[in-house]
């Protein structure tokens, strides 16, 4: 089974800086990794796929990257939209989901 | 526009069933990967079961056995048969066609 892992659980930064999330997989996945924004009482919004290939809509200051077993997503400038969970999910092999780490307002 | 409507959600006792439904438009359920993802209360992501476009069916371990992913070519509509339900099945049950879209939801509860 593929265990993916999310880091930090939660992460505390004022608007308009730079937040970094890391997702590592157990075992490589290629880039075949997906990020997930979601927002509360909604469902999930697909950020990226293959790692770093930027959903519709999704804005720039949202980037993605990584390939086998560590994955970041960072967000350049943070606004206030952008303090909900994030989830990583490798599609590799199966689907499995990171436990999502949540971005709080400093 | 690609839409997924999820409905058959509601209270089950334990060890009951329920049948939930994924309409799907704008797309076929047949030349999609479709999934069914949950999210118990307060809690995160779970990948439940996904038929591919040769209709195999996957399963996430926990679920293997009880629940079972099937569509109906004529109507693009995918279903997610749940037996022996347990109190830990409770959760919103999304649909998914490949990675996205998503479809709400449907609240599943599974309480005495």
């Known amino acids: 089974e593929i265990v993916m892992t999310q880091s930090p659980a939660t992460l505390s930064v004022s608007p308009g800086e730079r937040a970094t999330l890391s997702c590592r997989a157990n075992?490589?996945?290629?880039?075949?990794l997906a990020w997930y924004q979601q927002k509360p009482g909604q469902a999930p919004r697909l950020l990226f796929y293959a790692a770093s290939t930027r959903a519709t809509g999704i804005p720039p200051r949202f980037s993605g990257s990584g390939s086998g077993t560590d994955f970041t997503l960072t967000i350049s400038s943070l606004q206030s939209e952008d303090f909900v969970v994030y989830y990583c999910?490798?599609?590799?092999?199966?689907?499995?989901f990171g436990q999502g780490t949540r971005v709080d307002i400093k | 526009e690609v839409q997924l409507v999820e409905s058959g959600g509601g209270l089950v006792q334990p060890g009951g069933s329920l049948r939930l439904s994924c309409a799907a438009s704008g797309i076929t359920v047949s030349g999609s990967h479709m999934s069914w993802v949950r999210q118990a209360p307060g809690t995160g992501l779970e990948w439940v079961a996904s038929i591919d476009i040769d209709g195999n069916t996957y399963y996430a371990g926990s679920e293997k056995g009880r629940f079972t992913i099937s569509r109906h070519n004529s109507t693009d509509t995918l279903f997610l048969q749940m037996n022996n339900l347990r109190v830990l099945d409770t959760a919103v049950y999304y649909c998914?066609?490949?990675?996205?879209?998503w479809g709400h939801g449907t609240l599943v509860t599974v309480s005495s």
């Open positions: 998914a066609s490949g990675l996205w879209p």
């Open positions: 999910q490798q599609y590799h092999n199966g689907w499995t």
């Open positions: 075992q490589s996945i290629s880039t075949n």
